[in-house]
């Protein structure tokens, strides 16, 4: 491939976002691919809630924890080479998990389906290469769109599943990873970064030096951030047909559609996040996410109750519950603003650590994955253990909370040390210093 110019075209520039987006869209298809075929798997084997939530939080646990370490070697090696290969290991896997018979030989597949997730950061430190600091976030924003694969797989993967089993949605699965491989590999190049190296003979950063950002707190307050925006997105992506057919008693047909309601807005509107977060700022942008996520999983963790009330004529008797088209709307709205945060949170990185993307990019993205691996298996626990379906959320709005406050306090610590005189000084407008209108 012929070395690409210190400055991209536009069209090299498009061709590395949309092909991107395009491969991590599939890759995202596969990786969620439990959340259907799962439910199949739990009748066939007579699993509980809890080892339904381990089944499909396993395959995020390994599309989460390679993230640290395909970042940095997309430093090294390349976006190109390295996005094709994990695909092609996780078009392999997908297939592979056809052969699998017992509950253990299903947890061992899905821990190697989940290589896929880890593209995830192959993308980001690849993406980022090709565009001005002023233009990362929309274009991240995009290439983060591929979230979509949930959907894809919600939409698609029953109605597969009804006609070949969930045996043909594994190998259509895995034919589509291994071509998108293929054509990714055949038609994009290297990116400026690396091109300049080969053709000057650098030799890549040592994995130590890509590593001592870490020790930065901030770091892991952005870690926490992508727990929340993208860990409990996928969670409920993974969770929410369970709960549908469950809480709702629907048929997982329309359950994969209700929960397609979730991640299409959870996923196209991360395009919507990157945009704002280069106009409007990233720090805005996250303080709505968690506060409208707040007020959404507030509601939604109510759990159904009955009431009975000493009236004047007697008990009184009413019912409170979420109904399923309130529960509808609440949930495309936290999705809208966990889209919103999920790119005002990578918006950060190469504006902070310009240098040092894959490392750290893989860190926040390896947290925030070990949120889609922890959750799943936390909400199926609390419901074997409490005996409530809205735990979850009981649980989700501890989470946004805590991260809401830290990063309020976090902000304020930062904005005294570079203005003390805040200490002493009202927030009102109209009397505060000029220095600090």
Known sequence: MSAVPATPSSGQQNLALWGSTFAFTVCFAVWTIFSIIGIQIKKDLGLSDTQFGLLVATPILTGSLIRLFLGVWTEQYGGRIVFSLVMLAGAIATWMLTYAQTYPQFLMAALAVGIAG??????????SKWFPQEKQGTALGIFGAGN??????????????VAYGWHGVA????????????????????????????AEGIKPVPFAEQMKPLRNLQVWRFSLYYFFVFGAFVALALWLPRYLTGAYGLDVKTAGLIA?????????FRIVGGWLSDRIGARRVMYWTF???AVCTFL???????????????????????GLVPFMVLVFVLGFFMSLGKAAVYKHIPVYYPNNVGAVGGVVGMIGGLGGFILPITFGAMNDA????????????????????????????????????MVTD??????????LR
């Open 118 to 127: 880890g593209s995830f950061a192959v993308g980001i430190a690849y993406v």
């Open 148 to 161: 979509i694969g949930s959907a894809v797989t919600k939409l698609l993967a029953p109605m597969v599943m």
């Open 171 to 198: 190998r259509f699965w895995a034919i589509g990873l291994a071509i998108t491989a293929v054509l990714f590999f055949l038609f994009t190049k290297d990116d400026p970064g690396l091109a300049r190296r080969k």
């Open 260 to 268: 397609a309601c979730y991640s299409i807005p959870a996923s196209l």
């Open 291 to 293: 506060g409208v996520s």
């Open 300 to 322: 939604l963790s109510y759990p159904s109750t009955t009431y009975v009330v000493d009236g004047i004529n007697g008990p009184m008797e009413f019912r409170l519950a979420v």
């Open 386 to 421: 409490l005996g409530i379906w809205t735990s979850c959320f009981m649980l989700l709005f501890v989470l946004v909370s805590t991260a809401l406050v830290w990063m309020h306090f976090a902000i304020r610590r930062m904005d005294v040390s570079r203005h003390p005189q």
């Open 426 to 435: 009202t927030d009102l407008p109209e009397i505060m210093p000029q220095t």
